[in-house]
Structure formats: C-alpha cells, structure tokens
Nanobody, 126 residues
Framework: QVQLVESGGGLVQAGGSLRLSCTASGRTFGSLTMGWFRQAPGKEREFVAA????????SYADSVRGRFTISRDGAKNTVYLQMNSLMSEDTAVYYC???????????????????WGQGTQVTVSS
C-alpha cells in the first residue's frame, strides 16, 4: 500500500507561481510512475502531467505545457509540480497519483493509477 500526501496549494494571483509537492510512503517510490490530475468545480477530473519511474520521461496536458513542470526526487520520495504563469482556468483541486505499471500512451487515463492523494486546492484570482 502506498500513501500519497500533497501539499503546497493555496491562493495566488493570475500570473503567479506555486509549487505542489506529493510525498509517497514506503520504499517503492522508484518503482512508481507519478502523475498529477486536477478537478475544477463542476468538471470532471483531468490529466495534468506525469513522470516516469526514473524521471527520464514526462508528459503534459496541452493546457499546461510550457507553464508547468513535473519533477521527482527519489531521495525524498517526492514528486513536484511547478506551476508558473497561472491563470484562473487553473483553479482546481490537484491530485497526486501513482501507478505500478502504465504505458506511455495511457498516462492520461485515471484508471491506470493505483493510488491517489487527498488533493490540494489551488485558487487563482484574476
């Protein structure tokens, strides 16, 4: 069992930046593909970004590419989401997710992830 705990959410003005963190329990972090998803009010949860087990490969939703960066630190069992140039449309609850085995073309699919965090709220004021 893997537990994921997100942090770093908050209120920020449009154009600002935030960095989200997600720390995983246990000693299996290096075996997990990690992802970030988000859910805005009244909308379905959507894929944001993902990073492979050793961090050599990343994937982004078109809406965040060039503004957000996903990274991981194996020594800290932590995955990060650096969010720059934030817009009001980025307002959502952000969820961290982990997967034992997911193909590159399935990174955006919620069903491919085995574990989820509780979510952290990001609010961007315009």
């Amino acid at each position: 069992q893997v537990q994921l705990v997100e942090s770093g959410g908050g209120l920020v003005q449009a154009g600002g930046s935030l960095r989200l963190s997600c720390t995983a329990s246990g000693r299996t972090f290096g075996s997990l593909t990690m992802g970030w998803f988000r859910q805005a009010p009244g909308k379905e949860r959507e894929f944001v970004a993902a990073i492979s087990r050793i961090g050599g490969s990343t994937s982004y939703a078109d809406s965040v590419r060039g503004r957000f960066t996903i990274s991981r630190d194996g020594a800290k069992n932590t995955v990060y989401l650096q969010m720059n140039s934030l817009m009001s449309e980025d307002t959502a609850v952000y969820y961290c997710a982990a997967s034992w085995l997911v193909a590159a073309h399935q990174l955006a699919l919620e069903g491919q992830y085995n574990y989820w965090g509780q979510g952290t709220q990001v609010t961007v004021s315009s």
